[in-house]
């Protein structure tokens, strides 16, 4: 599938600022490109410096990408991966260098700060988005032939991961989105092409195919399920934003499956805790009319089926593995209350409940209550994980039916129905 859309970069504004500079500049400067471009980018502006600055006046570029993820930016500011440092292979753009690397030792080990040249800096952030994009189509492209040969993605995933080749595997999801993954990818894509490059062309762009695949897939999931009522199927949508700690919904998957269960007659209510319903709306377009909830059990009341379409803390319902307390004989129907003191005995080393939390577990207060929400609900019940946060035994065991990414429904059926703690609750 040919991808037109999204391929170019709009550098517009960016060069008109660099004419600016070069016309208004009086002293020599070190300007340092951060923004994501096209590779080259950097040697264009060195050409309208050269152009428009005035005589004597010496502008030095330098590419200095930056690697931040929404909703961890200051961290990944202050504790970078790497900092990288692309200048010219002159002496003075190697002073340029030298005088930018002073700047990040106030706060990075020196063995994190690599020096290049300044397009192979601008290809090294384009590289590591499309990367990132390819492990997540991955995995996403391994999970739907896990569902159809009845496989375990969660297995394959640690299994393959555990091969220092291949490293950690991400989740399977809904699949990637942000404003700039999949603007990288294509910008590679069209790279390639012009370089007369097909078959590399052909690889980014499928990347993004898959992306689309998955959405389109999980959708039809959730349509199966649902085609037997007799009554129009409500679906209530938890999350909008494309991933969680942010407000950001740029290409975010739950546009296309809202539409999608929409064109499917299927209602939809979605309910997000940051996103504003302004910019639920303005994403979905006029043309989509869906109810947008002011809180979560509100989206769910009266629902068929949730989706669980964004990884906020309040949604999960999944410990590791190590700290899940099993108590088939001992569970209290009430999971509010002081569980921890009564039955914390023979919790697993080094299980602490407050580090939990304070890691990012939500809180009692904020937790969603889903024996509530199965109350408010109607048959059948049916909870679609797309992020991996639900704690599939423990949902069942609350009457739920539970669908996830890359396991087939006789996996889960296979499953023990056991009584399991998803949270430790305040003390």
Not at 239 to 246: A, L, M, V
């Amino acid at each position: 599938m040919e991808h037109s859309a999204g391929k170019d970069y709009s550098l517009e504004d960016l060069l008109e600022a660099c004419v600016t500079i070069a016309r208004n500049s009086t002293t020599n400067k070190i300007i340092v490109q951060k923004s994501t471009g096209p590779i080259g980018l950097a040697e264009s502006i060195e050409e309208i410096f050269q152009g428009q600055a005035k005589q004597g006046v010496q502008l030095e570029v330098l590419s200095n990408p930056e690697f931040l993820s929404q909703g961890s930016a200051v961290q990944n500011l202050l504790w970078p991966s790497r900092v990288i440092i692309g200048s010219s292979t002159s002496r003075e753009g190697k002073t340029a260098a030298a005088k930018l690397r002073l700047v990040y030792r106030g706060w990075v080990k020196p063995d994190r700060i690599y020096f290049t040249d300044r397009r192979t800096a601008e290809l090294t952030k384009l590289a590591s988005n499309t990367l990132l994009a390819q492990k997540i189509s991955s995995i996403n492209a391994l999970s739907s032939i896990c569902e159809s040969e009845r496989c375990n993605i969660d297995d394959i995933a640690k299994l393959c991961g555990a091969d220092s080749r291949i490293g950690p595997l991400p989740t399977p999801s809904l699949g990637f989105g942000g404003s700039c993954l999949r603007k990288d990818v294509l910008g590679l894509s069209q790279r390639a092409s012009r370089k007369k490059l097909p078959a590399v062309a052909s690889y980014f762009d499928s990347i993004v195919n898959v992306n689309e695949f998955q959405t389109q897939h999980c959708v039809s999931r959730v349509v199966r399920s649902l085609v037997h009522l007799s009554t129009t199927p409500s679906v209530a949508v938890l999350g909008f934003s494309f991933k969680k700690e942010t407000t950001d919904v740029s290409e975010t998957s739950v546009v296309p499956l809202t539409k999608a269960l929409q064109e499917a007659n299927i209602a939809v209510r979605i309910y997000d805790p940051q996103v504003s319903v302004d910019e639920i709306r303005r994403s979905l377009g006029s043309s989509c009319a869906v109810e947008i909830s002011s809180d979560a059990y509100e989206a769910c009341k009266d629902a068929h089926a949730i989706v669980i379409a964004t990884d906020w803390p309040q949604f999960v319902t999944k410990l590791p593995d190590a700290w899940r307390i099993w108590t088939a004989n001992s569970l209290p129907r009430d999971l509010s209350s002081d569980y921890a003191s009564k039955y914390l005995k023979n919790r697993p080393p080094g299980f602490d409940p407050l580090a939990h939390r304070s890691a990012g577990a939500p809180s009692a207060e904020t937790r969603l209550d889903w024996r509530r929400i199965a109350s408010l609900m109607k048959s059948p019940r049916c909870v679609f994980d797309f992020c991996d946060v639900a704690d599939r035994r423990y949902l069942r065991h609350l009457g739920f039916v539970v669908e996830t990414i890359g396991l087939s429904n006789e996996q889960m059926e296979r499953e023990p129905h056991v009584k399991e703690v998803a949270f430790i609750p305040s003390s």
